[in-house]
């Protein structure tokens, strides 16, 4: 996933001098949003985002990192679902607006397209089908633009871990009946691969590797998922949801080290 965060240093020398200009005080409050991003204060930096949107509508910057806040958001979100799911929706209308300023840059897309991936996990089975179509399209979407964009990769190790851990019943209705390529070309062999390739592009995006080594432990492979989850814990943590992430792994490294004492574990899975 990339997190285009950078500074002009015209601009910074204008906000410590004081310029009363519209183009520094924008530029500002992006730059405030970033900040307090990078201080995991994720309500604080949606707000600094939400309020260059509100003055500029068709702020690329501020849109797509809007769409970012509030995904992530809706991510930490685990008491309140009404709540979760408003900030889901939020997320995906700043990426369509992003979108709709710049089709041609890749990050709109790709907020657009992980917005709709969450929005699926909560979603009626019919919804949830439809969606996982157009998640698979428009991952793959993205990575035709650019084959290296690791939060592609995850999106569709994530759709195909999330869909073969369906009923089989499920996903048979899926395939069959509603005839989706999102459905139907999903396996744990994809699975694997996709969620691999994007830990391997961004190995410090702790999402990635938390799902890589669910996807693990999953498939039964204890040791396997124990140390990525012993890696991720470890690491410098750059997004909102990073913390709640490395507290969880830490209660998987505690049972999956039960597991591997009674020697409950298997080399690999298929």
């Not at 240093?9 to 009363?20: E, K, N, Q, R, Y």
């Not at 979100?77 to 607006?97: G, S």
């Not at 597991?259 to 574990?265: A, M, N, V, Y």
Request: charged share 30%.
């Amino acid at each position: 996933m990339r997190i285009r965060i950078g500074t002009i240093c015209l601009v910074a020398s204008g906000v410590l001098l004081g310029t009363p200009t519209d183009l520094t005080g924008q530029l500002a409050s992006i730059v405030t949003g970033d900040r307090l991003y990078e201080q995991l204060r994720g309500e604080e930096s949606l707000r600094a985002y939400e309020g260059v949107v509100a003055r500029e509508p068709e702020n690329f910057e501020a849109l797509w990192r809007a769409a970012r806040g509030a995904l992530l958001l809706g991510d930490v979100e685990k008491r309140n679902p009404v709540a979760r799911d408003a900030l889901y929706k939020k997320a995906r209308e700043y990426a369509a607006r992003a979108i709709a300023v710049d089709s041609l840059r890749i990050d709109g897309h790709y907020w657009l397209v992980s917005a709709k991936g969450r929005e699926a996990l909560h979603a009626s089975f019919s919804t949830a089908a439809r969606l996982a179509g157009e998640v698979y399209d428009e991952a793959h979407g993205v990575l035709a633009r650019d084959s290296l964009y690791a939060g592609a990769h995850y999106v569709l190790g994530a759709l195909n871990y999330e869909v073969m851990k369906l009923p089989p019943i499920k996903r048979w209705l899926g395939r069959k009946v509603l005839g989706n390529r999102g459905l139907i070309d999903t396996s744990w062999k994809n699975g694997r691969r996709y969620l691999e390739r994007a830990v391997e592009l961004d190995p410090g995006m702790i999402l990635f590797g938390y799902d890589l080594a669910r996807f693990y432990e999953t498939r039964g492979e204890h040791e396997a998922a124990r140390a990525e989850f012993e890696r991720l814990v470890t690491m410098e943590r750059k997004h909102p949801m990073d913390q709640r992430l490395q507290a969880t792994a830490e209660q998987h490294i505690k049972d999956l080290g039960a597991l591997i004492e009674r020697g409950d574990t298997m080399k690999g899975g298929r």
